[in-house]
């Protein structure tokens, strides 16, 4: 094979040379070879097999959590334990293709992270690392895995430890490997969720060719999938809904609403549920009072819409199943930045509120940018795909506002499309050009969490587009 070849069926898109030369220079570029020349399963002597396991990543007392700003020295820690967390590993197998989904009780995932994960699953188990996609359900009462500015820091050594327990979790899962029926289902859940960002808002169920970023939306839909092993002591349940999970903001770790929703479910079908994020970039929990959701009406209603698509599930055919991977370049408003640093070097004393937050976030901001800054016109992320016959698993990196995420499902030609946000890697929002306009929050003070420029306008748009043609491939 010659690099060219390798180059199409990544569809690298106007990569740079030197880019290029970074991914041939991957570690475990074995991997990537064998998952681009084999990435489906034939039908015909094939049938589909899932693994399962799940394993319990509670943080230790005393480790930073993350979501919510404060100041150094004032970290929220973890004090006591509201619910136990989880990692949820979903190992899929289908004559050529091996694949492993992990949704993980976290704020966020880092490319490091990723890496790592990816490598060792490479090693170990021989898994591609295109097939391999780790999911934050971006719970605020948990830690990052990702630097995040006054935000959370990275424990590291509790990072470690997750990471050999998710290794662990996958050879378990591979070791329980059996023949699986799926059936997917959907559901609305209204009163689960609201547009954070507008008094007024549009929804999925009005969504269509006219639609466009000048509303804002809200995607309503509750979707699931349930793999029926044969032989298997119990399903495997895995939903996919849009909303932040920040009920709480005290120092008890927990999985937030998407915990209380496990355990109910538990109760009902005695078969804990795994969650995958959508695009929550501009959505809350609950009805809109209080703005960060009341835990026990978001339970009520997410499990109900979620029993109701259990119920409603039919069959569908889950073959071939195959991955793929898109690069998606994002471009970054170097002249905001520009005028950022000038504006702080200027007048420091100014910059002590707004998208500033204040004057010690402001400084410490200016200091490393002003040591090290951005020259690079804008940022590579990597989308990927995972499609069992008829559903489609599309992962990104990004807050998406709902809009971009609907857009995604709404032009994708696959019957079942999920849309994951939160996925091997965080890179903050995304949000519409009315977001860039008003100055808000996701679009200028975000960028300055993640130590990243501010994005141009029509990120969102191209990174929705880049998805598009990667489902639709």
Known sequence: MDHQGLTNSFSFGVLSRREVLQFLAY?????????????????????????????????????????????????????????????RVLVISAGDFTGCLVSLDLVAVGKEFTTDVRSALWERYEIPPINVHLCATHTHSMPTFRHLRQWGAV???????????????VGGALESLLPTRLRVGQAPAPGASFNRTSSQWRTDAEFGPDAT??????????????????????????????????????????????????????????????????HAGDVNPGHGSPWRGEVGQVTEAVSEALLKAIAAAKPINPLPARSAVKWCRLPFDLELYGRWMAAYAEEPEKCTSGHWVNAHFAKAWYED?????????????????????????VFHPAELYSYYGLLIRHQSRVPHTWVVGYANDFIGYLPDPMAFAKGEYAATTVPKILDLPPFCADAAEILAHRAIELVNT
């Not at 424990?155 to 979790?169: F, L, M, S």
Request: glycine content about 8%; some cysteine.
């Open 27 to 87: 570690p475990v570029l074995p991997a990537f070879i064998s998952s681009a020349w084999s990435l489906g399963s034939s039908e015909e002597d094939t049938c589909l097999l899932i693994g399962e396991q799940e394993v319990d990543i509670t943080p230790p007392l005393g480790v930073e959590l993350a979501g919510f700003h404060r100041k150094p020295g004032e970290e929220r820690r973890v004090r006591a334990i509201r619910q136990p967390s989880y990692a």
């Open 369 to 393: 940018n002003a040591a090290s800054p951005w020259q690079e016109p804008s940022l590579l992320v990597e989308l990927g795909l995972v499609r069992l016959g008829e559903l489609a698993f």
């Open 155 to 169: 424990p590291e050594e509790y990072r470690g430890e997750v990471t050999e327990k998710i290794i662990a979790a």
């Open 213 to 278: 970023p000048n509303d804002r939306w809200l995607d309503t839909m509750l979707q699931v999938a349930i793999f029926d092993r044969i032989g298997g002591p119990s399903p495997v349940i895995c939903y996919h809904f849009s909303s932040h999970p920040v009920c709480f903001a005290d120092e008890q770790a927990g999985p937030d609403w998407c915990g209380t929703v496990a355990e109910r479910i538990k109760e009902q079908v005695r078969v804990r549920p795994a969650f995958f994020q959508g």
